[in-house]
């Protein structure tokens, strides 16, 4: 009996707690349509992605908003195509890579942390990983793996380097038909009812931006409280939520990788 009653009161207070998302718009300051991300809640992440000219502007824009900003860092993908101008590469050299990762900085200068554009070739890769969460670590940002491929490194490699990370649980609008972003945005509302919270990633499309619009406001109904990214970030382990997205992992590992390895730590 006292046991039950024990359990009955755990239960509660537990529920009592309510489940938290938080959510990041992607690839801000692409285009000057992107700006109507600004009418969502303060609590929703901007990742602005890099020199462009819109990405200071969107920067201070949100900021003011007291709204957090991280980095959107372009990461070298597994097609190579579409990828931006200054993107990370797996030929780069250390040096490169952290001067790139200054200057991008210097461009989203409110941002306080990263999340990789992209970058399903790069994430899988222990030495351009390592450097970045080495640069990461001096800089006191954290890291938001996007997971666009299930064998990235990149959530592991942060915690080692002792970066404060999180990994995107649900892609919203990976297919932007109005369908699939409720059936993702109801994905993402069930994972954080089972684990406490989750992390989704939108874009600023027109139909994402009207409808969460109108669906972040019936969270309070469901139980969930949209919190700030740097709210749900953690040094320890966090769950995997693997969709049924493609990917590969690379094999055999690039040739500068094996050749480097001997070199490092
Ligand atoms: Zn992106």
Redesign the pocket.
Known sequence: MRLLLISCFLYISFSAKASQIALII??MGNNEKDAMAFTLPSNVTF?I?PNKHLSKIFSKRATAQQREVIL?M?MESLAGNNQEKNVLLSNMPPTQIVKMLKIALSTVPDAVGVN???GSRLTQLTLPMSVTMEFLSEQGLFFVD?RTTRYTKAEAIAKKNGVLSAKRNVFIDHIPSSEQIDKQFHRLLSLSKKHGYAVGIA?PYPQTLEYLKVHLQTLQKHGIELVKLSDVLSSGSTYAYHSNTKSQPISPAPKFQSSMKSKSR
């Open positions: 992607d690839d990742a992605l959107h372009p990789n554009h992209m996007s874009h």
